[in-house]
């Protein structure tokens, strides 16, 4: 049995860390999207109304290439799951644990598994054991020195894809981010042009695996 002291302290410890956990989440900053998809590549024409949760540690960079990355994969809610499942955002920086933006069918089942910047290995293996497919949108200026450490330790991957974003397509995108956004997303050639109505960026990833 605890003491009235220890009792005391674990209680006050207890509410320390809801008091942070809650407080953290107030600190989230929500955005509103509506974002319609032309994607000339597979045929997919669709208006998606999004919410975006980005986590006070995230840029506005990073929150844009999430986009982008469901932007380039939005056809698969059609081509994969028949229109039958859900497409939406991750906690991301939030829970760790969580992709950026998944794929779910009507079972539950993760067909796919996106994430964005440049995770350990570990995780990447354990959302391929999760998904059918994973696919990773790199962006930062020391991407290739991030994918010549790790590359080797992802050969066998079989259901992985990494993207390489270049960084001066993503920094643009940065300006694009707005608490609402109304945005235009073209998909040709596998090139992406997204905009507002007043600035469009480009942005033609490359396959790096």
Not at 57 to 70: N, V
Request: aromatic share 8%.
């Amino acid at each position: 049995m605890l003491s009235a002291g220890a009792a005391w302290q674990r209680k006050l410890a207890t509410f320390w860390i809801t008091t942070t956990i809650d407080t953290m989440a107030l600190k989230s900053t929500i955005f509103k999207v509506n974002l319609q998809i032309a994607d000339i590549d597979h045929n997919y024409y669709a208006d998606h109304a999004l919410t975006l949760a980005r986590h006070p540690s995230e840029t506005d960079e990073r929150m844009m290439i999430r986009l982008a990355a469901l932007a380039f994969n939005a056809y698969k809610l059609q081509s994969e799951c028949n229109g039958d499942g859900v497409l939406a955002f991750g906690a991301g920086l939030s829970d760790v644990e969580d992709p950026d933006v998944s794929l779910t069918d009507f079972t539950g089942h993760k067909r796919l598994w996106i994430e964005v910047g440049q995770p350990e290995d570990k995780p990447i293996s354990k959302a391929c054991n999760k998904a059918d497919a994973v696919m990773l949108y790199c962006f930062a200026h020391s991407s290739e020195i991030w994918w010549k450490g790790i590359e080797t330790k992802l050969t066998r991957l079989d259901r992985l894809q990494v993207w390489r974003v270049p960084t001066l397509a993503s920094q643009a995108l940065a300006k694009l981010a707005q608490r609402s956004m109304q945005l235009q997303a073209t998909i040709q050639e596998g090139n992406l042009m997204l905009g507002d109505g007043k600035e469009t960026v480009d942005i033609e990833p490359i396959r790096w695996k």
